[in-house]
């Protein structure tokens, strides 16, 4: 019922807000009033302060000191003696203070000197543990490479069984029993040699040599054998001396 009374009388509203205003310029201006009355109670007091000073020196004669000798000594004196106090206070002052920087210089350059031992401390560890990462790191990488090398020989020693026995099974030596087709043709007083041993000659020259992989065609070379080494890219002939062959490079 109250809100539907302030909805209809608006007028209502307005008159709350402006003695809310009025009531806050009200207190607004008794606070500074009181500042105001803070002040003047201020000044009244050192008014009377002054005053009262003001009264003692007028009821005071001042004693007129006589210009002799005598005087102006002792009261050199006694400025000589103030001054010389003063000073003696301000000597002790920086006594102290050289003092207290003395002690805090020893201290700061004990600190100093504890951080450089750390220092040389840290970099004396840090060169030994690089030197031992780099020591474990070569150690482990030859100790992978010794165990490559060794698996790939025993790889290499079973291929090489593995062809020769392929090898001697199809590519046998020539029966010297069997008379030759051609009997104008004398036989060979060498000794032959299988394709087996023909094939690693060429390879050990390869490898041994290579600058110079040619090997001299002996009568202990079969010719077919080398016939068909040639016929099938397996070796090559030298280009100038027939009587000359290699194996071909297949891993360049």
């Known amino acids: 019922m109250s809100v539907n009374q302030q909805d209809l009388d608006p007028d209502s509203t307005t008159e709350v807000e402006d003695v809310t205003d009025a009531e806050e310029e ?11 009355m803070e002040e003047l109670s201020l000044l009244i007091m050192q008014m009377k302060c002054l005053t009262a000073e003001l009264s003692q020196w007028q009821k005071e004669t001042p004693k007129i000191i006589p210009l002799n000798e005598e005087v102006l000594l002792t009261l050199g004196k006694e400025e000589f003696q103030k001054l010389r106090h003063d000073l003696e206070l301000v000597l002790s002052t920086i006594q102290s203070k050289n003092e207290k920087l003395k002690e805090d210089l020893e201290r700061e350059q004990q600190w100093l000197k504890e951080q450089q031992q ?15 990462v780099v020591t474990v790191s070569e150690s482990r990488i030859f100790n992978e490479l010794k ?7 025993e790889y290499k020693e079973k291929l090489l069984i593995t062809l020769g026995e392929f090898l001697e099974d199809h590519f046998p030596l020539p029966d010297r029993n069997v008379k030759k087709k051609k009997k104008n043709v004398q036989e ?4 032959l040699i299988t394709l087996h041993e023909m094939l690693e000659i060429l390879l050990n020259r390869l490898f041994d040599v290579p600058h110079d992989p040619y090997v001299k065609i002996s009568d202990s070379f079969w010719p077919p054998y080398i016939e068909l080494l040639l ?4 070796a090559l002939r030298h280009p100038e001396d027939p009587t000359r062959i290699r194996l071909e490079a297949y891993h360049q």
């Open 26 to 36: 009200l207190i607004k201006e008794c606070e500074e009033l009181w500042k105001d």
């Open 118 to 132: 750390l220092l040389e401390s840290l970099n004396v560890l840090h060169k030994e543990l690089k030197q031992q």
């Open 147 to 153: 165990t490559k090398m060794h698996d790939i020989k």
């Open 188 to 191: 060979s007083t060498a000794q």
């Open 231 to 234: 016929r099938n890219g397996i």
